[in-house]
């Protein structure tokens, strides 16, 4: 992989309005709140969801990282536990659109921070391979912000069925058809996996977004042909950015089913995921960013 331009500190070197954005919303108000309440609250330092924050694509991944460290710094919880909240928070009104638009919205910002860092950005198109499901839903919104910044982006559907299966991700699917930037591609069978291989060390960054909470035993096609061709593009020094968590890891236990994706970065949401700090998830996982997506606390169970 790319090795990320560093300061003399070793970090990922800002540029100067990122540096400013990094700061936590409300922060360029003025100074914390005098008030003794206020100040123990600290609501005033939240900053906005990532589809509400514009200025997360001005960030290199340090500076996400503190965009999100309240998520970041969280305690972790398990794949049935985060699927709970989900749902308890849809019971409350937070829409599934809406999540799966901060979802996406914060691993385009986190793509295109990787590219930048690795100086790939522009360089070829962000590939995007996603699944039928609401991990895959998650690619397509990250394509259409992808390429409202400029990218080109090619997003492939990998199913079986010629459209994704849950509303919300085919409704993001149908909205891309009004991107000039994006290409979408569906691969049915594994023979399609193939002929999309062909070239791919022209990406500039690889998305996994086939599978968000990983499978028991091995991998079916067309999906493992496209976890091949994921390891194919690493092996051609391309960075692989993955959506919760890299396809073929159990987010609770962090077990891996065969094959895996590798990922150099991992952008899951929310809280960290148990899965992704047990020793298998972590070696697979590269660096893990946790962001926010507007789960209500009050939907935590833990």
Same mark, same amino acid.
């Given at each position: 992989m790319p090795t990320p331009k560093r300061n003399a500190a070793g970090r990922a070197a800002p540029t100067t309005a990122a540096r400013a954005a990094a700061a936590p919303a409300g922060a360029a108000a003025g100074p914390a709140p005098a008030d003794a309440a206020a100040r123990e609250d600290e609501s005033w330092r939240i900053p906005p969801l990532p589809a509400d924050d514009a200025a997360i694509f001005d960030m290199s991944l340090d500076e996400l990282a503190a965009r999100w460290s309240r998520s970041m710094e969280s305690s972790p919880i398990g794949a049935e536990a985060m699927r709970g909240a989900d749902r308890r928070a849809q019971a409350m009104g937070v829409t599934?659109?809406?999540?799966?638009?901060? +979802?996406?919205?914060?691993?385009? %910002? #986190?793509?295109?921070?990787? &590219?930048?860092?690795?100086?790939?950005?522009?360089?070829?198109?962000?590939l995007i391979l996603s699944g039928p499901g609401n991990n895959g839903g998650d690619g397509f919104v990250a394509a259409r912000h992808l390429a409202r910044h400029g990218a080109k982006v090619v997003v492939v559907l990998v199913a079986g069925e010629g459209r994704p299966l849950g509303k919300d991700a085919a409704r993001n699917w149908d909205r891309l058809d009004a991107e000039d930037r994006v290409e979408k591609v569906h691969v049915a069978v594994a023979r399609d996996v193939t002929i999309? +291989?062909?070239?791919?060390?022209? %990406? #500039?960054?690889?998305?996994? &977004?086939?599978?968000?909470t990983g499978t028991a035993g091995p991998l079916r096609e067309p999906i493992r042909g496209a976890v091949e061709l994921i390891a194919k593009a690493r092996r051609a020094g391309i960075p692989i950015l993955a959506v919760d968590c890299p396809t073929a890891v159990d987010l609770t236990s962090g077990d891996l089913?065969?094959?895996?994706?590798?990922?150099?970065?991992?952008?899951?949401?929310?809280?960290?995921?148990?899965?992704?700090?047990?020793?298998?998830?972590?070696?697979?996982a590269g660096r893990v960013l946790v962001a926010p997506i507007g789960i209500p606390q009050e939907a935590d169970r833990l």
């Open positions: 599934g659109t809406r999540l799966m638009e901060q +979802a996406g919205c914060a691993v385009a %910002a #986190a793509t295109r921070a990787l &590219a930048v860092e690795t100086e790939r950005w522009g360089k070829g198109p962000i999309l +291989a062909q070239g791919i060390e022209k %990406a #500039a960054v690889v998305v996994d &977004a086939l599978l968000g089913s065969d094959p895996v994706v590798r990922a150099h970065v991992t952008v899951t949401f929310h809280r960290p995921k148990t899965g992704l700090l047990a020793r298998r998830g972590a070696a697979v």
